[in-house]
């Protein structure tokens, strides 16, 4: 990287005495309000927390003078808990429209970005209405789609946290026991390679064993959002599952953004819960159950295919988080829990390959091939838009990963 003091590049800024402002680019999703967090590395150095403001990257360790933010993880800041979080973000949001010591201030394309967080436990939930009645009709062409339990509380299972990568990380081709049409099953690389368009939520503030939490504790809880790709080898979940749900199928990989949002800009996305009936249980009512107007957008191999719909969910954030600690589990700084795949009614609002091309069975057209699941060398890149403080829209950090052979 060129550090000289008449590189224009750097930071999209203008240097003044080794002080940077950061220009943003007109139309960005990283403005004034938005403020995401991450973990980056400029070459050569030691990773460190960092906010993404337009197309640059504030170090926070250099901006805020806080040793806090000279960690590999955003779990240190996180386990603060709420009140830490809003006083550095106001601090962020006087230093982003500051000048800067230029050491603090990064191109995008200069630095690498880390897994965010030290990833705790991790689950996934199942909460999109439209996502289970469509998997249900496949599954049940005779039956109820939908099973008996899943209007009464928020399905989910315990993935993998260990094989959590961060968004641009290479994604191999998991073998295993396939499903055939027989009851035996054949063995080798899966040919039914899936994603999964999700948002993720991150806890930054745990809770005690025998504790459990409310509708009402979430934003006590919870440091922000993120999105992730649950990648899924649908042959063999589908020859596994039976009756014990996900497991080698779905753990070889799930990706997360690199950047997380904070709750607090995402509080214009908050819009009411679709209606849910039956009414829940006392433990999963709220008094004013919310869900959020987030828009993702599914790219693969460069051509749109799906824009799933987060305000459609089901099963709110808050519900999520009351329904995984009911039993008294407790929480821990840096534990993840999904949404489960995000899908609208319509084909092209599904946020798996599964829906989109009904098992296989319906190929969807990707740059003028007929296609079904996964090939290796593809690429899935995942994004999302929602309502900013400022009234335009933010971008959350993307999710990419690109399937290399097994
Ligand atoms: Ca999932």
Same mark, same amino acid.
């Given at each position: 990287?060129?550090?000289?003091?008449?590189?224009?590049?750097? @930071?999209?800024?203008?240097?003044?005495?080794?002080?940077?402002?950061?220009?943003?680019?007109?139309?960005?999703?990283?403005?004034?309000?938005?403020?995401?967090?991450?973990?980056?590395?400029?070459?050569?150095?030691?990773?460190?927390?960092?906010? $993404?403001? &337009?197309?640059?990257?504030?170090?926070?360790?250099?901006?805020?003078?806080?040793?806090?933010?000279?960690?590999? /993880?955003?779990?240190?800041?996180?386990?603060? @808990?709420?009140?830490?979080?809003?006083?550095?973000?106001?601090?962020?949001?006087? +230093?982003?429209?500051?000048?800067?010591?230029?050491?603090?201030?990064?191109?995008?394309?200069?630095?690498?970005?880390?897994?965010?967080? #030290?990833?705790?436990?991790?689950?996934?939930?199942?909460?999109?209405?439209?996502?289970?009645?469509?998997?249900?009709?496949?599954?049940?062409?005779?039956?109820?789609?939908?099973?008996?339990?899943? $209007?009464?509380?928020?399905? %989910?299972?315990? %993935?993998?946290?260990?094989?959590?990568?961060?968004?641009?990380? #290479?994604?191999?081709?998991?073998?295993?026991?396939?499903?055939?049409?027989?009851? =035996?099953?054949? *063995?080798?690389?899966?040919?039914?390679?899936?994603?999964?368009?999700?948002?993720?939520?991150?806890?930054?503030?745990?809770?005690?064993?025998?504790?459990?939490?409310?509708?009402?504790?979430?934003?006590?809880?919870? *440091?922000?959002?993120?999105?992730?790709?649950?990648?899924?080898?649908?042959?063999?979940?589908?020859?596994?599952?039976?009756?014990?749900?996900?497991?080698?199928?779905?753990?070889?990989?799930?990706?997360?953004?690199?950047?997380?949002?904070?709750?607090?800009?995402?509080?214009? +996305?908050?819009?009411?819960?679709?209606?849910?009936?039956?009414?829940?249980?006392?433990?999963? $009512?709220?008094?004013?159950?919310?869900?959020?107007?987030?828009?993702?957008?599914?790219?693969?191999?460069?051509?749109?295919?799906?824009?799933?719909?987060?305000? $459609?969910?089901?099963?709110?954030?808050?519900?999520?988080?009351?329904?995984?600690?009911?039993?008294? +589990?407790? !929480?821990?700084?840096?534990?993840? *829990?999904?949404?489960?795949?995000?899908?609208?009614?319509?084909?092209?609002?599904?946020? /798996?390959?599964?829906?989109?091309?009904?098992?296989? !069975?319906?190929?969807?057209?990707?740059?003028?091939?007929?296609?079904? *699941?996964?090939?290796? &060398?593809?690429?899935?890149?995942? =994004?999302?838009?929602?309502?900013?403080?400022?009234?335009?829209?933010?971008?959350?950090?993307?999710?990419?990963? !690109?399937?290399?052979?097994?």
């Amino acid at each position: 990287m060129d550090l000289s003091a008449g590189d224009c590049d750097r @930071g999209r800024g203008v240097v003044l005495n080794s002080r940077v402002r950061i220009e943003v680019p007109a139309g960005s999703g990283f403005g004034r309000t938005h403020l995401p967090y991450g973990v980056f590395r400029p070459m050569g150095e030691q990773p460190r927390v960092g906010v $993404r403001l &337009g197309d640059s990257v504030i170090d926070l360790a250099v901006a805020l003078d806080d040793p806090m933010f000279a960690q590999p /993880s955003l779990n240190a800041f996180m386990t603060q @808990g709420p009140q830490c979080w809003r006083e550095v973000r106001e601090r962020v949001t006087v +230093a982003a429209d500051a000048e800067l010591p230029a050491a603090a201030v990064h191109p995008i394309h200069a630095v690498s970005l880390d897994l965010p967080i #030290e990833i705790g436990d991790y689950v996934d939930f199942y909460a999109s209405l439209d996502h289970a009645t469509a998997l249900g009709r496949m599954l049940r062409p005779n039956g109820d789609a939908l099973l008996p339990n899943w $209007r009464h509380l928020p399905v %989910g299972y315990h %993935g993998r946290s260990g094989t959590v990568v961060v968004s641009g990380t #290479e994604i191999a081709r998991p073998s295993g026991q396939r499903k055939t049409d027989s009851d =035996t099953p054949d *063995f080798g690389p899966s040919r039914r390679l899936d994603i999964e368009a999700e948002l993720g939520f991150v806890v930054g503030a745990g809770s005690p064993l025998g504790t459990p939490l409310g509708t009402g504790d979430f934003d006590a809880h919870v *440091f922000g959002v993120a999105l992730v790709d649950d990648w899924s080898a649908r042959d063999i979940q589908a020859w596994e599952g039976q009756p014990l749900g996900p497991f080698l199928g779905k753990s070889f990989a799930t990706s997360l953004s690199a950047w997380v949002t904070p709750l607090d800009a995402l509080a214009k +996305a908050r819009i009411p819960l679709p209606p849910q009936d039956p009414e829940p249980l006392p433990y999963l $009512r709220d008094t004013d159950p919310w869900g959020l107007d987030i828009e993702l957008t599914v790219a693969w191999n460069g051509q749109v295919v799906s824009t799933p719909p987060y305000r $459609r969910m089901y099963w709110s954030p808050a519900q999520m988080l009351a329904h995984m600690t009911v039993n008294g +589990a407790s !929480t821990r700084t840096g534990d993840l *829990f999904a949404s489960g795949t995000v899908s609208g009614p319509e084909r092209a609002e599904r946020g /798996s390959l599964m829906e989109i091309t009904w098992a296989g !069975t319906d190929p969807v057209t990707v740059n003028g091939v007929q296609r079904t *699941f996964l090939q290796d &060398g593809d690429e899935v890149v995942i =994004t999302a838009s929602a309502p900013a403080l400022d009234g335009t829209r933010l971008t959350l950090g993307e999710v990419r990963g !690109t399937v290399k052979p097994a």
